[in-house]
């Protein structure tokens, strides 16, 4: 099935850095990418879409200068956290939609845990 | 926007026992129900999805019904083992088309050998 990587699957930083993470579709092509976030025994909360091309598409409540996301290739979209505060902790995982692949189905990155001390 | 209700939160079953998580959504525009599975380093894995136009969906061991009058969906797993243990979520497409998804909360199944 299609495979979708995260890079870093963990990373720790201090406050006040910003932290960048990758999302790359392995073997297919995603116009579409979809980050969340979830906390600790909660559900997946949509962050933002990512169009390939264009501007994100972020949910209401999540700061768009915050969480920076770029996708400038069918393949790769990154979501970059910056000025990272200890209340940004949290697990983050994005998912990909297959250009040619079943309607709606998307496939989901192992996830990023970020931790801001 | 759509809101998603999942239960149970946790769920405890007997290897070889059935398992079944209920979800129940609010816009009725919505045509699209996915089941992920969450294990630990293996992040999300669609398991089963089923669309608007279907009332059942069957594969080997696990079933999705879909009532869209009633507006709720259900996750069923027949002889259950051991490493069916995760946290399942349900999801609800956001109105139709959209391509966004709204999850649940989550089911921490546990089977017990």
């Known amino acids: 099935g299609a495979v979708v990587s995260q890079h870093p699957s963990r990373v720790i930083c201090k406050s006040g850095t910003s932290v960048k993470i990758e999302c790359r579709s392995l073997d297919f092509q995603a116009t579409t990418m979809f980050w969340y976030r979830q906390f600790p025994k909660q559900s997946l909360m949509l962050m933002a879409t990512?169009?390939?091309?264009?501007?994100?598409?972020?949910e209401q409540g999540v700061e768009k200068d915050k969480f920076l996301i770029n996708h400038a290739s069918l393949t790769l979209s990154t979501l970059t956290v910056t000025s990272a505060h200890p209340e940004d902790s949290s697990f983050y995982i994005c998912?990909?939609?297959?250009?040619?692949?079943?309607?709606?189905?998307?496939?989901f990155g192992p996830g990023t845990r970020l931790t801001v001390l | 926007g759509e809101n998603v209700e999942q239960h149970p939160s946790t769920l405890s079953v007997q290897e070889g026992d059935s398992a079944v998580i209920k979800c129940t959504y609010s816009?009725?525009?919505?045509?699209?129900f996915p089941w992920y599975k969450q294990e630990l380093g293996k992040g999300s894995q669609l398991i089963i999805d089923i669309r608007s136009n279907v009332g059942e969906k069957k594969d080997q061991r696990i079933a999705v019904t879909l009532n869209k009058t009633a507006k709720h969906f259900s996750l069923h797993i027949t002889e259950t083992q051991p490493e069916d243990s995760a946290v399942y979520f349900c999801a609800a497409e956001i109105g139709a088309g959209s391509y966004q998804l709204t999850f649940g909360k989550g089911t921490k199944l546990s089977v017990i050998p």
């Open positions: 816009d009725s525009a919505s045509n699209y």
């Open positions: 990512s169009n390939e091309g264009s501007k994100a598409t972020y």
């Open positions: 998912s990909a939609r297959d250009v040619d692949g079943a309607y709606n189905e998307q496939f």
